[in-house]
Structure formats: C-alpha cells, structure tokens
Antibody, heavy 121, light 105 residues
C-alpha cells in the first residue's frame, strides 16, 4: 500500500524557516517524481514544488521560487521542503504527492494526509 | 501562467447526472486531471489525461475534452460524492482550478 506521511509542520514567526518531511513507503520511491502542494485555509490547491527522480531537476512557481527548496533522499525514501523567509501567506496545509514525470498526461496519483504550517507572530 | 476557470458550485439530486466544466486560458492539449476532495481529507485523483479513469475509481466518473474546454461527469451521483472537485493542468507547470463544490439539491 502506497503511503505518504508528512511531518515537521507547526507555528513559525514571519521571516523564519521551517523544514517539512514526507516519508514514503509501499512503492519504489526513486522511480517517481515527487511534489509539494499546499492549501490555505478554506482555499484551493496550489502547486509548490516538484523534484525529479534523481533530484537533479527541481521546479517551482514564482510565488515560492528563491525561498523554498525541495530535495529528496532516495536511500531513505524521503522528500523534504525547506521553507525560508516565511510569510503569512505561506500559512497552509502542505501535502506531498507522487507523480510520473514533469508535465505530460499523468496527475498526482497519491497524496499524503497533509501537515499544517502557520506563519504568525 | 495557465488559468483554469471552474464554476464555484453545483447543486444536484441523488441519482442524477452532475457535469462540471473547466476552461483553460490556453490550450493544455490533454494534460488535464480531476481530483475529488472531501472535507478534511487530502485530494484524490479521479481522472488523468482528460479522460482516463484512475485506478480503483468507479466508472460513474468520467472526463472529456481537449485543448481549452473540459468536462467532468458523475452519473449517477451518490451521497458519497459530495465533495469539492478540482481540475489541474500539467501542460505548463501545474495549476489548479478554484474548485467546484458539489451540493445536494
């Protein structure tokens, strides 16, 4: 059974940093691209980052580029999101998700249960 | 950025057909996917590549379209289908529609 379990969320002050983790199991982690998607309270979904199977390629929307860094450790079947210079608008539930390749015709086929990040003084 | 436009809500009766539309600001070919999100849960992939049913998803769900206009259908609607439905494009980065909340009439 595919499982994705996020951790590392919490309350953080504006301007500070936080690192999220996602532990994967039930599939060959190194064969899949991985992504982070967030959802602000009562709002829709926003893609935050994607990383290739080897970790050599990363992709971000302009809203987080330069502040967030996605990484992975295939030996540990783990995905990470380093978030720096956090702003109140980064407050959201953060999901990790699995997908096949960047772009193309496949969606995000498995999602974790999400972890809450609150940016507030 | 490619903007996806969905109507905010749809009211439907149990046993009837529900049709949700998603319009893209530019062509995404067939790189369109549909998700279901129930209250307090993570999203679930239902349709990928505009019209392909994801693994384990009932055949009551279907998708169609290409280019800029896409349709997601549930027929017949069951009580368990009450949720918010999102379209997502993967033609140019990834963007989601704002979601359509399916409600009972």
């Amino acid at each position: 059974e595919v499982q994705l379990v996020e951790s590392g969320g919490g309350l953080v002050q504006p301007g500070r940093s936080l690192k999220l983790s996602c532990a994967a199991s039930g599939f060959t982690f190194s064969n899949y691209y991985m992504a982070w998607v967030r959802q602000a309270p009562k709002k829709g979904l926003e893609w935050v980052a994607t990383i290739s199977t080897s970790g050599s390629r990363t992709y971000y929307p302009d809203s987080v580029k330069g502040r967030f860094t996605i990484s992975r450790d295939n030996a540990k079947s783990s995905l990470y999101l380093q978030m720096n210079s956090l702003k109140s608008e980064d407050t959201a539930t953060y999901y990790c998700a699995r997908h096949e390749g960047y772009g193309g015709y496949s969606g995000f086929d498995y999602w974790g249960q999400g972890v809450m990040v609150t940016v507030s003084s | 950025d490619i903007v996806l436009t969905q109507s905010p809500a749809l009211a439907v009766s149990l046993g009837q057909r529900a049709t949700i539309s998603c319009r893209a600001s530019e062509s995404v070919r067939s790189s369109m996917h549909w998700y279901q999100q129930k209250s307090g849960q993570q999203p679930k992939l239902l349709i990928y590549g505009a019209s392909n049913l994801a693994s384990g998803v009932p055949a009551r769900f279907s998708g169609s379209g290409s280019g800029t206009d896409f349709t997601f259908t549930i027929d017949p609607v069951e009580a368990d289908d009450i949720a918010t439905y999102y379209c997502q494009q993967s033609r140019n980065d990834y963007t989601f529609g704002a979601g359509t909340k399916l409600e009972l009439k």
